[in-house]
Each structure stands twice: as structure tokens, then as C-alpha cells.
């Protein structure tokens, strides 16, 4: 009786840590929904009463929200592709394991992720037309220079960014959420995010003129790739600060634990636990080892197979691979491949 009362509250208090990221689970049937009903925000369990009300309000953003889910996975498990821990543990969202569940270097990467590919979304859906709420930017308040006018569309960041901020934080803002030294590190990590991702607004241009002679040119405000930000953020990640909640008065603040004296900065991703090294399997932490997992023999970074083996070594093994071949181009116009195989040597992890 008492161990099943201790099972429930790990659980409820893992289920709160996770809540602002919970959304991520609208992978899994988000995209079946019409999302055209209020009743839709309560279908999937993946929205916290916090944002099922900034989803009844706000319908049309749903589809953005559900992209944002996908993308987030995606870049995330692309990012983390040749590290030990490669963030196969979102693929449960929305029921985290401990490497998200905790106040870890990991959830902190995946925060500040989810909250700029959101915002990202978000200001993506406005300059495509996708939303009736908002449209194209407006023209950026920096004056133009006489080599070119602002015009074509922008992408939305201002209003991304605020409502991007709603839906991610909308958990982390009440009380009853998590502790507040997780809320606080929650709340900091998602506005690293955002903050990387304001980073990433480019100037594109466009040349007008006879024959491309480029006598005008207008130029509009852009968004680089999630990937470019969720590479930035993955740096972050590397450099990532240990912190620990001081109070001063009633105001509760995050400091860095070795090194008081300086404030967090608003570029640095925190965190409050250390994690494992992700070498063997350990279900407590979160950790799903690297046996079996592939490594590259000639590379000497995190993908080696020096590091992602943790020194077991490694087993290596033969593939045949099929390819396209002695391609023939034949006027006019078609190709004839052939088909060949040849082998590829893999190494895994013992
Ligand atoms: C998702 O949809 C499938 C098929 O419609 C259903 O079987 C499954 O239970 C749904 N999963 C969730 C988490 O709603
Ligand atoms: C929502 O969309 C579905 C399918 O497109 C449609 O059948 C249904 O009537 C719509 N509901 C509302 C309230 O518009
Ligand atoms: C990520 O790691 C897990 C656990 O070791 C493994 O099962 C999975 O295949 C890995 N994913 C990729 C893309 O390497
Ligand atoms: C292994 O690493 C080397 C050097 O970094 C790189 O050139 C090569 O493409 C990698 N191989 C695979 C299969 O990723």
C-alpha cells in the first residue's frame, strides 16, 4: 500500500515536472484531430488545463502547435543523432522517463527546443497565411538603406514570440506546477530558446530591375532553419550551467552553484541535476546505454566509437548496400540506372 502510494506520487510529480512539455505528445494523433471543436483540446490528454484554454481561445493555432510537436522530435533526434543520450526518450511524450522527468541538462536542451521551434512555427503560419490572427511582419523599424525598400513578407516573430510564450509557459507560470526551482529553470531555459531563436532573424533580399541588373531590391526579415537553432542550442546545452534556487526576501532566483557571484545569463541554459553519463542502462535515470548502438571508427568526436562505447569496444560487422549505378542518360530524356552492391562495414557498440 505504501510503495503503490510512493509509485503514484513519483508519478504525479514526474507528470507535473513535464507538464509544460507534455504538448509534445500531439505527435502521436495531433494531426488526426480537426481541431475545429473546443472539445478537441481536451481529446489527446497532451494539453495542461493552462493550455487547453489558450487552445479553445485559440483553435486555428492548433495545427501550428501540432507541426511544432513534430519538428521538435525531429531536430531534436537529428541534433542529439551521434550522442549517447540522442533523444529517443521524447518519443514517450507524453509520459517522460526520468533523463526529461528531473531537472536535468536534458530536459533543459529539450525546454528550450520545443519553446523556439513553437515560436518558430507560430511566426511561420502568419507570412504564409495559414492563421487569420496574424499576417506578414511589419515593415522592421530600422530605417531601409537607399540600396533597397522593405517589402515582400516577414516572418511574424513578434507575435510567435508572444504566443509562442503563452502556450509554452503557460504551465510553468501557476503555482501549483512543479517546485519552483524546477518552474524557474523551466521558465529560463524556454526563454534561452526563444531568445536563439530572435537570433536567427536574417535579412533576405530580393533583386528587381531589367534583366536582374538589381537597380531595386526589397528585403524582409526571415527566420533561418529549426535546424540552424536547435544546432545553437545543442552548443548551449554543451556549456550549460549548474544552478541552485536562492531566496532573497520573497523573490526566488537562480545563481550558478559554483560560482555565486554572477547572474544566470539570459544566453546560458541551466540546470539543477547532474545526469548519468548515459553509458549503461539504468531505468532510475533515464538512461537507455549505448550497447548495440552504431559508432564511427574513424571520427574522434562524440559519435566515436571511443566515446560512444564508454571503452567496451566494439563489434564490427558487414552490410551490403544497394545502389544506383553506371547511370545512362538517353537523349531524349530518360536515365538507366544499374543496380549494385557493394559492402559497408558497421560498428556497434558491445
Ligand atoms: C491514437 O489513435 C489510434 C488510432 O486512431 C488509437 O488507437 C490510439 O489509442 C490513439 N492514441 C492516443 C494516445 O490517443
Ligand atoms: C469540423 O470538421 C469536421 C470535418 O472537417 C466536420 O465534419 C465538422 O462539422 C466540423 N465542426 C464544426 C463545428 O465546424
Ligand atoms: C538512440 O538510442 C537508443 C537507445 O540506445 C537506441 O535504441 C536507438 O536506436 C538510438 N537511435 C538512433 C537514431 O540512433
Ligand atoms: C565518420 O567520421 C568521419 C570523420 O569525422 C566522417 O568523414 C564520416 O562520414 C563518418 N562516417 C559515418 C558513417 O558517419
New binding site residues.
Partial sequence: MKSLLMTSLLILTSARLTAGISWLGLTVNGSSVGWNETQHCRLLHALVPDQQQLCRRNLELMRSVVRAAELTKTSCTHTFR?MRWNCSSVERAPHFSPDLAKGTRESAFVFSLSAAVLSHTISRACSSGELPSCSCAPPPAEQASPEFRWGGCGDNLHFGLQMGAAFSDATLNSRRSASPAVRLMHLHNNAVGRQALMDSLETKCKCHGVSGSCSVKTCWKSLLDVGHVSAQLKARYLSATKVTARQVGTRRYLVPRDMEVRPVLDTELVYLVSSPDYCTSNAKHGSYGTIDR?C??????S??CNLMCCGRGYNTYTEQVEERCHCRYHWCCYVTCKKCTHT?E?HVCK
Fill in positions: 551521434d552504431q564511427n571508427k574513424t571520427s574522434s568526436g559519435g566515436s559497408v558497421r
